[in-house]
């Protein structure tokens, strides 16, 4: 029976890992020989094995690490900031859910629109001499901030990020808030436990692992970011706003170091995979 149940497995598994192995294993051995070879545009067919050069040129260049501080700042503000925020609308906000979904599809709006085009729009709204927010804070004020400079660059493009992502940890803890059982909410209000008390002893510690599911992935989304702050600031003065992905896009169309940005690369997938299984392991040693 034991060797039915391999053979199957098998059988149903073989598909999806030769699928992995030509959609991703292919370009991760091509990508590992492009890190270690001397490298340009005309010699993509025919790369120089050169050694670890392009590994130390990345890690040697303070422009890596400040691009490195930048996208861990920005990840973390934006899943804290996000997570919170959504996790608040799910809650205080759940009576209004209760019989009408309509609301719902409202916040779910900046989903629906493309990073890219997010950040356009918040470069009109936003641009010192043309964008009506400016315009406005002038006449009213007498005074505007440049959003966009050096020095608000980092709160605007957070802010930015934090707006249009927000809804899909709203929507994440709003499912995560519904599936909490009602006996449960019965038994505590029997008990006299109500309101924050309530929350904070029982529906928070069943919406942890929705939570902690939800920083991860917005995390990740936050430390890759490329599309708004491309848009809106590009790498910034004197690369205020570099992230990592913007530094390896940089590297690689802008000043054709291929073998470096397909290094910097190799250095974020080795990092993150080392993050995520430490992550694994101690999520498994908690369970046990």
Known sequence: METTHRLEWTLLATPLMVFLLVCLGFPAIVNLIYS?????????????ISGFGNFVAVLTDSGFWRANWFSLRFGLLTAILECLIGLGLAVFLAPL??????PIAILMLPLMVAPALMGLMYRLVLH????????????????????????????????????????????????????IPEELREAASIDGVMGLARFWRIELPLM?????????????DGFRVFDNVYVLTGS?????????????????FKQAAIGKAV????????????????????????RR
Do not use: C
């Open 263 to 286: 290094a910097a690369s190799v250095i974020l997938f080795a990092a993150s995979f080392a993050v995520l299984y430490g992550l694994n392991r101690l999520a498994r040693r908690r």
């Open 36 to 48: 270690v070879s001397d490298i340009s545009f005309e010699t993509l067919r025919n790369p120089e």
């Open 236 to 252: 910034g003065a004197g690369g205020s706003t570099t992230s990592l992905s913007i530094y390896i896009y940089e590297a690689f």
């Open 97 to 102: 859910f209760k019989d009408r979904s309509w």
């Open 208 to 220: 942890l692992p929705t939570l902690a599911a939800a920083l991860l992935i917005r995390f990740i």
């Open 128 to 179: 010192e001499f043309a964008g009506p927010v400016p315009h406005y804070l002038w006449a009213w004020f007498g005074n505007s901030p440049a959003f966009l400079g050096p020095n608000s660059a980092f709160w605007t493009l957070a802010v930015v990020e934090t707006l249009q992502w927000t809804p899909f940890a709203f929507l994440l803890f709003h499912m995560a808030y519904q599936a």
